[in-house]
C-alpha cells in the first residue's frame, strides 16, 4: 500500500522541518505545505537549500494574511486555499491543528471526501480557565476533529483537553520535542559540562534564547535584572539574549538608554554547535512567558531551566519545582541545587522514538 504523508503547516519552520523530515525514509512520499509566512520572528518560513532525502517535496504557498490576537499572543492566520490541488495526490494528511482553522474548516471535509486518512495535531489549551473566546473556538473546531480520523497532542495536559472538550476520541500523547540528533553527538560533553557547572554569586549567568517578541515577556525579564541588580547585594545576575524578532530593536535601545553592560544581545543563533557555548557557560535558562520548545532545548543541551505556565509541555518536560508562580521567583532559588535527570528527559523527549511512533500511528 502506498503511503504519501503531507503535513499541513501554518508556516513550516526549521525546528519543525528538522524533527519531520526524519519520517521521509519510512514513506513513498513526504509533502509539506506552508505559507510564505512573516519576514521574521517565529512565524518566518523555512525552506531548506539542500533536501535530505528526495522524496520530499515542499510546497510553498501564497497566502491572505489575518492578524489575530488570542489570550496570550498576538500571531498571523494565513488562507491558502490552493492547497485543495496538492490534498489528492497524498493518502494521509496531517493538519495543523486549532491554529490553522481557517484551511481546516474546509480542508478536513474535503479530505473525507477524497477518503484520505485525516490526523489533527493540536496543543490543546494551556491556561487554568477556559474563557468564552476558548468555548467558541472549541465549538468551531469541534466537528472537524471529530471528522478525523486520529488525534495527535503536543503534551499530557494538551490530550486531557482535546478528549474533554474538543472532540478528540483517538488521542495520541506525541510530545513536542525538536530533532534530538546533535544533542546525541555531543551527550558526553553535555553530561561533563552539567557535573562542572559552578555558581559565582556575583555572576550568576541567566540564558534566554528564541524570539525576541513582546508576547515573551523579555522586558519583564530585564525590569526583574536590573531591579535586583540595583537593590540586592547578596546575588547579582547577568543575561544573554540569543534571537531575533520585531521586538528587539526596542529592547536593544532600551538596555543603551540605561547604560547597562549586565544584559547582552547576541542576534539569532541556528547553528547548535555555536549555541553550545551559551548553554554550557550559563547557570540558568528563563522562560518568561509563552513557549515550550526553548525550555526543552535548553534543558537537552544540559541547562536547568524555570518557567510559569508555557504551553502545557513544561509539565511534560520539568519538575513542577521549576515551573514558577511568578517568573521573578527564579531569584530565590538555590542555584547550587538545580539538577536535571538527563537520562529521563533525553529518553522521553528523543526525536528517533517520535518519529517511530508517529510512523506507527499514520
Not at 512573516?38 to 510553498?60: D, M, R, S, V
Request: charged share 25%; with cysteine; net charge positive.
Amino acid at each position: 500500500m502506498s503511503k504519501k504523508v503531507l503535513i499541513v503547516q501554518r508556516v513550516l519552520t526549521r525546528y519543525r522541518y528538522e524533527l519531520l523530515q526524519e519520517l521521509a525514509p519510512h514513506v513513498d512520499k513526504l509533502g509539506f505545505i506552508t505559507s510564505q509566512g512573516e519576514e521574521k520572528g517565529t512565524l518566518k518560513a523555512f525552506i531548506p537549500k539542500n533536501i535530505k532525502y528526495k522524496n520530499i517535496e515542499i510546497h510553498q504557498l501564497k497566502a491572505i494574511k489575518r492578524s489575530y490576537t488570542g489570550e496570550s499572543r498576538s500571531t498571523s492566520l494565513f488562507l491558502y486555499p490552493q492547497c485543495v490541488k496538492i490534498i489528492k495526490n497524498y493518502d494521509t494528511i496531517i493538519l495543523e491543528g486549532t491554529t490553522n482553522v481557517f484551511n481546516n474548516m474546509y480542508m478536513v471535509p474535503l479530505a473525507k471526501i477524497m477518503r484520505k486518512r485525516v490526523i489533527w495535531w493540536d496543543a490543546g489549551y494551556s491556561l487554568n480557565k477556559r474563557s468564552m473566546k476558548r468555548k467558541t473556538i472549541d465549538k468551531i473546531v469541534y466537528p472537524l476533529i471529530k471528522m478525523s480520523d486520529v488525534q495527535f497532542a503536543y503534551s499530557t495536559k494538551a490530550k486531557k483537553y482535546m478528549e474533554s472538550y474538543m472532540g478528540a476520541s483517538n488521542c495520541h500523547l506525541l510530545l513536542n520535542t525538536i530533532n534530538t540528533e546533535y544533542f546525541e553527538s555531543i551527550q558526553d560533553e553535555i553530561i561533563e559540562s552539567i557535573k562542572n557547572r559552578t555558581i559565582d554569586k556575583n555572576n550568576i549567568k541567566l540564558l534566554y534564547v528564541g524570539a525576541i517578541e513582546e508576547r515573551k515577556k523579555i522586558k519583564e525579564l530585564i525590569d526583574i535584572v536590573i531591579e535586583n541588580n540595583e537593590n540586592n547585594n547578596d546575588k547579582k545576575f547577568t543575561l544573554t539574549i540569543v534571537g531575533a524578532g520585531n521586538y528587539l530593536y526596542f529592547l536593544k535601545k532600551y538596555i543603551e538608554e540605561k547604560n547597562i553592560d549586565y544584559i547582552k544581545f547576541t542576534g539569532a543563533i541556528y547553528d547548535k554547535e555555536k549555541l553550545k557555548k551559551y548553554y554550557f557557560d550559563s547557570n540558568l535558562f528563563v522562560l518568561p512567558g509563552d513557549g515550550g520548545l526553548g525550555i526543552l532545548q535548553s534543558l537537552l543541551y544540559g541547562l536547568p531551566a524555570v518557567c510559569t505556565s508555557a504551553d502545557g509541555t513544561e509539565e511534560d518536560y520539568m519538575d513542577k519545582k521549576y515551573i514558577l508562580n511568578n517568573i521573578e521567583d527564579f531569584l530565590f532559588l538555590n542555584f547550587n541545587d538545580l539538577l536535571i535527570d538527563y537520562n529521563f528527559l533525553y529518553n522521553k523527549t528523543n526525536s528517533t522514538k517520535y518519529i517511530i511512533k508517529l510512523k506507527e500511528i499514520i
